[in-house]
């Protein structure tokens, strides 16, 4: 039982007060170690006159069943840094010294990346740099392997030789239109086959690609063009208020994925096709050369485009291919909404790796019946869902399935261990900005991984409101830093001091993403997430900045001021509120229905109260 009154306490005793002497003998003290933890923590220090200057004799006492006996010993050596860093410098504040003695960064350094030797923290990328290049690499010695398989619609499939055959003519088609290597291409559809040939066609033609879901409203498809500087739209249908451009899905009379004959670009299979990769090949094959941009909620009231290169997304997929088991043969279904980070992971991961990539409607995919009918017809392998629809998704048979990526949010451990019978579960972390995910771990029955270790070539840091690096076991704030952090955001003045130098990295030039997240390194070597640090929320798995929410509704007329958060309804299900204040004429249901026409759909508050 734990003590009522006090868990931690410190003694400071001077040793001289209990000095014996014997027959002109002195016995100094020493601090005798207690059967029983008579609270939590306890530090006791024992200060005493030494031959040329004064001794202290300290001791730690825990309770075993709290604390085990290397935390102990790392907090004894914290202390002594910290004293010896205020003896050499005494003027200086305490909060000025570190905590970390050399013992305890050497751990944090292994700690920090997946590749334990010094020389292998960031190996050197051998594979392509370009994810166009990545899916020829993988339709070469297999051109028959299923590529596509939709149920959108009527039943459709396309194997790896049709894919690039189809995406290679489109990329010629484009550049006939005048797209140029690092030209910003919006590409706005539904999920489909026709979706994917475009997408790897306009990587091929050099295009940065910038992903839109077709259900955003106009206003905001708008502002996430103008801030990407957009040069053109592809499109299954007219986008409203767009003077770009605008541009057909690609189409093949052996694959009508584009809706009626003519819609789209007519791709014949055979027809003047040319050799997959025959179009002119794309300037900017370095590290930096853009793949898309994807955009989030901002703070600022504007989504924010982030920059993601195709270096990144390719190095992404082979660590994602060797952690997941993702092969040829292997079935991923790609259920995030097109325009978000793990629909690029979704496919990346697939079309890499030689794997299938499974397409449905929305309605398909809903938590639930509809979802569990949908993996069991597609034979789904491998799936990534936030941990809110797995968790409104009754547990179900599904021989197929191998495995999860969960994230976007906290997993229960009892759905992550119904969940993980008979698979692999895995719990994965990361922000758009170090593409889409920088830690994983898999998830053991009875075990809960945390966040769990860094992936591929990623590097993380806990650091404290100094940005120094904390011991484990002490929160702060989560730093990703590796060669898969985003170049930055589109529009300046957008990053806030996000991105900046790694000090962390001796190799000269490394960057670093401070993501705002709340962490600790565990005693098992695993990152517990600990919340944020500011007002940004996640919810259904959607990255959700209530200041964005908050500014629409102050544009609203009437408004004068205005607050969102979650809440929870009597369900216990997690919502998205708003308040507001001002007129007495405000109508909750007309600002919602404004709201719907600047906001994205999973920001439009679920409930509007007005505050008299």
């Known amino acids: 039982q734990r003590p009522a009154l006090a868990q931690a306490m410190f003694v400071l005793s001077q040793g001289q007060d209990w000095d014996l002497v014997f027959d002109g003998q002195r016995v100094p003290p020493r601090i005798q170690a207690a059967p029983v ?23 730690i006492e825990y309770a075993a069943d709290l604390f085990g006996p290397a935390l102990a010993a790392r907090l004894a050596s914290a202390f002594s840094a910290l004293l010896e860093a205020a003896l050499q410098q005494p003027a200086a504040p305490l909060d000025g010294h ?131 500087c957009a040069t053109a739209v592809v499109a299954e249908a007219p986008v409203a208020g767009c003077s770009l451009p605008l541009w057909p899905l690609p ?133 990534q869902i936030p941990a809110s629809l797995l968790v409104a998704t009754p547990v179900a048979d599904l021989p197929c399935l191998q495995t999860l990526v969960v994230g976007g949010e906290r997993c229960p451990d009892a759905v992550a261990d119904a969940w993980s019978r008979g698979r692999s579960l895995f719990v994965a972390y990361g922000p758009t900005e170090a593409t889409v995910t920088a830690t994983a771990a898999r998830h053991l029955p009875g075990q809960s991984p945390g966040i769990g270790r860094p992936l591929g070539d990623a590097r993380l840091y806990v650091v404290d409101d100094k940005g120094r690096r904390v011991p484990v076991g002490v929160a702060g704030e989560i730093w990703i830093g590796g060669p898969n952090v985003s170049p930055g955001y589109v529009a300046s003045g957008m990053g806030d001091g996000r991105f900046g130098p790694d000090p962390f990295d001796g190799s000269g030039g490394a960057r670093l993403y401070r993501s705002g997240d709340r962490g600790r390194w565990r005693e098992d070597g695993t990152l517990e997430f600990l919340g944020r640090m500011d007002r ?4 259904r798995g959607f990255r959700i900045e209530p200041g964005e929410i908050e500014a629409a509704l102050l544009q609203q007329p009437g408004v004068a001021q205005a607050f969102a958060m979650p809440w929870t309804d009597a369900q216990g299900q997690q919502r998205l509120a708003a308040w507001v204040a001002g007129g007495q004429d405000l109508d909750a249901a007309a600002l919602r229905a404004r709201l719907r026409g600047t906001l994205a759909p999973h920001m439009v508050p679920a409930v509007v109260v007005r505050v008299d």
Request: net charge negative; proline share 8%; glycine share 10%.
């Open 98 to 228: 570190p905590l970390c003695d050399a013992h305890e960064q050497a751990l944090l350094d292994r700690l920090a990346c997946a590749a334990a030797p010094p020389q292998r923290l960031n190996p050197p990328h051998r594979g392509p740099q370009r994810l166009d290049a990545l899916l020829r690499r993988a339709a070469a010695p297999h051109p028959g392997l299923p590529a596509v398989a939709s149920m959108a619609g009527a039943p459709q499939a396309m194997d790896y030789g049709q894919l690039s055959r189809l995406a290679s003519a489109y990329a010629r088609w484009l550049r006939s239109k005048g797209v140029q290597a690092g030209d910003c291409v919006a590409l706005v559809a539904q999920r489909s086959p026709a979706l994917i040939v475009a997408l790897a066609g306009l990587w091929e033609a050099g295009a940065t690609v910038v992903p839109v879901d077709p259900a955003y409203p106009g206003a905001r498809i708008a502002a996430m063009l103008e801030d990407a």
């Open 536 to 539: 940004q929320i996640k919810l």
């Open 37 to 59: 933890s008579r609270c939590d923590l306890s530090l006791a220090l024992l200060a005493g006159q030494g031959e040329d200057d004064l001794v202290l004799d300290g001791h």
């Open 251 to 383: 189409m093949s009379l052996s694959f009508p994925v584009a809706g009626e004959p003519g819609s789209g670009v007519d791709l014949v299979e055979g027809q003047d096709q040319g050799a997959p990769g025959a179009s002119a090949a794309p300037a900017g094959h370095g590290d930096e050369a853009l793949a898309c941009i994807i955009f989030t909620s901002g703070s600022t009231g504007r989504p924010k485009g982030v920059r993601v290169t195709h270096a990144a997304l390719c190095r992404l997929a082979e660590a994602a291919g060797t952690a997941f088991g993702i092969g040829p043969g292997s079935r991923v279904l790609q259920m995030a909404a097109f325009g978000f980070d793990v629909a690029m992971s979704d496919i990346a991961f697939a079309l890499s790796a030689g794997a299938c990539l499974c397409l449905a409607s929305r309605d398909q995919l809903l938590p639930g019946a509809p979802l569990v009918g949908t993996l069991q017809a597609m034979a789904v392998t491998h799936l």
